[in-house]
């Protein structure tokens, strides 16, 4: 699995600190951007986002280029609509590379799994043969290895974190997500500094069908702060 973070909003916390002091503010744009530049907006962000007065969160955004996932994980991360996706064509881009989950290996099944895929490759290459590529991709497994560009807005990432950063997501976009996280937060970090599974904010909202490892998780992702 491969994250990169191809383009993002300059200086995206003074983007961020002008629109919401515009809300607030009589000066001219050219005055007040220029305040925004020059301040130091740390402790204005952490009220903003404390209140949530979030819509200007959305001013600044990120884009990814991912790769080496499953077309399963495709299918949750496009389930966020508050995204621009651009994925690699299975009609245009012939071929069948797959991702083997970890489980698999830990349970000493990878002899049977490597058998289901190639099964389906040789089914693939068949139809290929006599149907368009369009319709031989049908029998292609969740498995199947794509590629893909992402755009979100910080408060969509935001939400993305909380959602997919908790220990009972699915693994692969729980490491998409990680990864994600490690690239904007030193670009964001007022913003997001406290980005990741609900119970960093507050209780587990799963209840009793919580991983019950809250002191955990929150020290992975606060720190000493947690403590």
């Known amino acids: 699995m491969q994250v990169l973070l191809l383009a993002h909003t300059p200086e ?21 951007w220029g305040k925004a530049k020059d301040g130091d907006h740390r402790d204005f962000l952490r009220k903003l986002i404390r209140r949530g007065h979030l819509t200007p969160v ?3 955004s990120f ?8 077309r399963a994980c495709l299918a949750q991360i496009t389930r966020h609509r508050i995204a621009s996706f651009s994925v690699q064509s299975q009609r245009y881009v012939k071929g069948f590379n797959f991702v083997i989950p970890p489980v698999v290996a830990e349970r000493g099944k990878e002899e049977e799994f490597l058998a289901a895929m190639e099964e ?20 292609l497994p969740q498995a199947a290895e794509t590629k893909f560009v992402v755009t979100m ?11 997919r950063l908790c220990l009972r997501a699915q693994w692969e976009i729980r490491r998409v997500a990680e990864k994600m996280l490690e690239l904007v937060k030193p670009l964001a970090p007022v913003v997001f500094e406290k ?3 609900p119970c960093l904010r507050g209780p587990c909202p799963e209840g009793e069908e919580g991983c019950g490892k809250i002191e955990e998780v929150r020290r992975k992702y606060l720190g000493e702060e947690s403590r």
């Open 63 to 70: 884009t990814f280029a991912v790769e080496g996932v499953s």
């Open 12 to 32: 995206p916390e003074k983007v961020i600190a002008f629109a919401a002091r515009r809300c607030y503010s009589a000066l001219p744009n050219d005055e007040l």
């Open 195 to 197: 980005a990741g599974p």
């Open 153 to 163: 807005n910080a408060r969509e990432l935001l939400h993305f974190f909380s959602l």
């Open 120 to 139: 389906c490759r040789r089914s693939y290459e068949r139809l290929l043969e006599f149907l368009p590529a369009e319709d031989a991709r049908f029998v």
């Open 58 to 60: 959305e001013h600044a």
